[in-house]
């Protein structure tokens, strides 16, 4: 294994533990609306690298403005959906959602790629979302309404890492989360003013603070890891989070 590729596995697995983080911290605080809880996030994020920004200079250019949108687009509805599925289901089930991110990505490149699906692979995928059907509930009584805003979740964030992997041939890590984190702020910036309500409790603001740091570690390390690794190596070490969550 090449020094590049153990990069790329370090990167990933430690994603996912901010990830399984992050989200602990969004069960945590409950008394904030999922729009203050993504705009607080994204307003972290974009602080912390401002000093990078700072020090590496002007990294907004890009030379993919579309597949930057795309990426960001995507990126804000599945971190909305997660946050919203959050509310629903516990932790370690929306954590095991996150997990349908892998099984969709095949089919994503399959689609953007024109890539085909060996008929062995394809069988695992079904495999998968049986397996993961049947952990979160045999007995099918789970709530509906955060099983489909997971599932949805996963579909888009397979289509937003697809679009990171083609990024990072021309883009540095910094711009990619620079487009992300902006668009967000922006699009949840009046929805976060009309569905703000003062805090009872103080701990929210820290809850909010670490949630901030762990998405911006998430973040950046997945980023960083589809610049050592292929798509659907990366995907594979997402699964990181279940064991962490």
Known sequence: MHKKEIKGFIFGISSGFFYALMMAFVKLSHQVSTENLIFFRNLICLALLLPVFIKKGNFIKTQKFGLQMIRASTGVITLYCFFAAAKYLLLVDVVLLFNTLPLFMPLV???????????????????????????????????????IIGLTAGLLGAIGHVAVRKLTPTDSAESILFYFFTTALLLFSSPAYKTWQPLTDNRMWLYIA????????????????????????????????????
């Open 109 to 147: 490149v399959l689609f953007w790629m024109k890539s085909k699906i060996p008929p062995k692979r394809s069988l695992a995928i079904l495999c998968g979302f049986i397996g993961i059907i049947l952990i979160l509930k045999p007995g099918f009584n789970f709530s509906y309404w955060g099983f």
């Open 210 to 245: 670490l949630l901030g740091i762990c998405a911006f570690l998430f973040q950046w390390l997945i980023t960083k890891s589809y610049s050592y690794l292929p798509a659907t190596k990366v995907s594979c070490l997402i699964y990181f989070s279940v064991v962490f969550g």
